[in-house]
Structures are given as structure tokens and as C-alpha cells.
């Protein structure tokens, strides 16, 4: 379970005071896979970055009775003059599992070939995604976040990532973040929706991407 106390979160931009949301009050179930819905900049990423304490909000506070994953496909999670072996060490001794075993994990689900071996700082975008996310799965969580990483790669690796997810989900819940509406139909059993600072708990996913979309035809007819 997860649970949003009076959430809120602003910050100050070239324009003024930006307030992505204030006094949010919600409890994400534990067991479900919710995918989170809402514009660009509406906040999505930075809401799980808050999640995993990775980001302080201007009020409020997350309450969680399990542990939580860091944001799989967040570029901020390693550090870039390491190699990706190394930081997949450096995390198996953070979270007290088997180095070796997340290690050929890791390196057998990620596909990365010699660029394990190199600093991630050379990595392209779609590599550092793979490098989070297989370093995620490895890893047993209560809760994992997941910011549009399933897109990465070619088809195989999608469907693998795919495969993978859904594995976890039997024991696991997760919030995720994607703008492929198939994606979220094949992986994600709830829906909240991020719309002008509120958040809306949907039990139907269909329905809660009917709402998005429609918020997002109103600004193009706009």
C-alpha cells in the first residue's frame, strides 16, 4: 500500500510558480498494477520520484508499509563514471542481494555486450533504460515504478520486458508511466489520472484512458 497524504509539489520556473499538484489524498491499493495517466508536464515523473524519496514535495508526505523500487527508466539512477558492472554491484550491496546472481541477471536481460563493462556515461539513452530496468527486475520489490521503459528496445526486447513485468506483478504491485495506451492495456489492471493538479482513481482502465484522451483532444481543440 501507498498512500498520498496531502501531497503537493511546485516549483519556481522563468514564468513564475509552477504547481503540478496541492492537497492530494490517495491510496494506491497494494497488489494492482496502476498505471499513471496525464499530459506532458503534468507532473508524472516527478510524482515517482517522490514515491521512491528521491524528490522532497513542498507538502505533505508518501506513506508506504513495503519497499519501493527506484524509477526504472530515470537517467539519475547511476552514476555515470562507473560501469554499468559496477553499479550493478554497488546496488546489490545497497539492497543486500546476491551480487553474482543480479550481475548475470543483468547482463544476460540488458543485452548491453561489452558496454557492460564501460562507463555509463557513454551509454545512449535506450541503453541506461535497459541497464534500470533489468537491474530493477532482478531485484524483488513491493512496489515498482516504471517510467516508460517497456519502450525501449526492438520488439523482442519489448516483449521480453513485457514478459518479465508480468512475472514480477504476481508478487509485486507497480505504478507505470507510458504514453502507449496498448502498453498500459497489457500491463496495468487501475488507472489514476494526473489532470490539473488532481488525481483521479479509475478501477477501469479503458475508462480512465477514454478520460486522458479526452483531456488531451480538448487541448488540441483548444
Known sequence: MIRLENLSMGFRTRRGYKQLFRDVNLTLPTGRSVALLGRNG????????IIAGSVEP?????????????PVGFGGSF????????????????????????????????????????PVRSYSSGMKS???????MGIQFDTYLVD??????????RERSAEVFKAR???????????SMGQIK???????????????????????????EGNMDGDQAA
Open 169 to 179: 506483478m504476481t508478487n509485486s504491485s507497480a505504478i507505470v508511466v507510458s504514453h
Open 42 to 49: 503534468a507532473g508524472k515523473s516527478t510524482l515517482l520520484q
Open 79 to 118: 552514476n555515470k563514471n562507473m560501469t554499468g558492472a559496477q553499479n550493478i554491484r554497488f546496488i546489490a550491496r545497497v539492497y543486500g542481494v546476491d551480487t553474482t546472481e543480479l550481475l548475470n541477471f543483468v547482463a544476460e536481460f540488458a543485452e548491453l555486450g561489452a558496454h557492460f563493462h564501460m
Open 58 to 70: 513542498t507538502g505533505g508526505r508518501v506513506v508506504s508499509d513495503g519497499t519501493i523500487s527506484w
Open 130 to 136: 535497459r541497464l534500470t530496468f533489468g537491474a530493477s
Open 186 to 212: 497489457q500491463l496495468c489492471d487501475a488507472a489514476v489520472v494526473l489532470e490539473r493538479g488532481e488525481m483521479t482513481w479509475y478501477e477501469d482502465v479503458e475508462r480512465a484512458i477514454a478520460v486522458h
Open 148 to 157: 516508460e521503459v517497456t519502450a525501449v528496445g526492438d520488439k523482442s526486447f
